[in-house]
């Protein structure tokens, strides 16, 4: 959400939002920013992993095809770890690829899949054969992210086996100490979005590890941007459900807790099903 009030209420699309999370399709709130096969419990927030990686165009043709060979090496067995993976198509790092997959703080521990462990080398055979066939292509990868879903701050629509064509990132930095008084604001929010009649995910993470801990991203997960909720419905719908001026008031509450001059960022990722095994 954007620094000023005014600002906000001159959204034409309230979910524009998070770059870099990663954060992360919302209808598989554990599989689609990040897939993995294990299940994550009810009451344990997922964990999404993901790294950024730059091929220049003349590479990218190849790279596709090697990531496609990894795949079909590595991700066809019946268990295999698995991975997404995002074309970034907007903002500053567009043409960069994301990719990583979800677990939850006992998983990345204790993996089910060794190459998707906290400690994770570069000795084991799906990552020996990334460094030797897909990595010599790539001009960067940068720092790897880890990114937890809040919980309760999530409102689906989406079918749940499918994953989304297209996720809209917005994160900020928020005030030290305010985490509280953030989650309750958003808490409404997600509120109003379980009761629309609109077919997109939506949900709040902050930045566990890799980066600014006061880092906040929103997520909305979709295949059509017009399914997106327009701002006047938004608000519309806010108020009628906690009551006249409650709008306002969540946007001045909002702007409490951002950090002053705090710059919101924002991309669009699309998802890479040639590229993936979620």
Known sequence: MFRTITHLR???????????TFPIGMSTTAQSVEGQATQTSADEAPLFVCRFIEVSSENVAEWKQKVAEKNAKFGTADDPSRWG?????????TNQYARGFSTTAELYSNPKHA????AATRDLPEAAYWQKHVAPLQESTGNQQIWKIIPGL????????????????RRWRMKPG?????????SK??????QMDLSFDFLVARLFDGGDFMIY??????????????MELVSKEFNRIHGDGAWDK???????????NAIVESETWAYQEELSNL
């Open 115 to 118: 190459i998707q462990g906290m």
């Open 85 to 93: 993976t995002w074309r970034i198509i907007t903002g500053e790092r």
């Open 154 to 169: 999530q409102a689906k629509h989406l079918d749940a086996s499918q994953t989304p064509k297209f996720m809209k990132h």
């Open 250 to 260: 969540f946007l001045e509450e909002h702007n409490h807790v951002m950090q002053e």
């Open 189 to 194: 929010l997600i509120e109003v979005y379980k």
């Open 217 to 230: 991203a929103e997520t909305y997960a979709f295949d059509k941007l017009s399914e997106l909720p327009q």
């Open 10 to 20: 001159s959204w034409q699309l309230c979910g524009i939002l998070v770059a870099t």
């Open 178 to 186: 305010m985490y509280q008084r953030l989650e309750a604001n958003y």
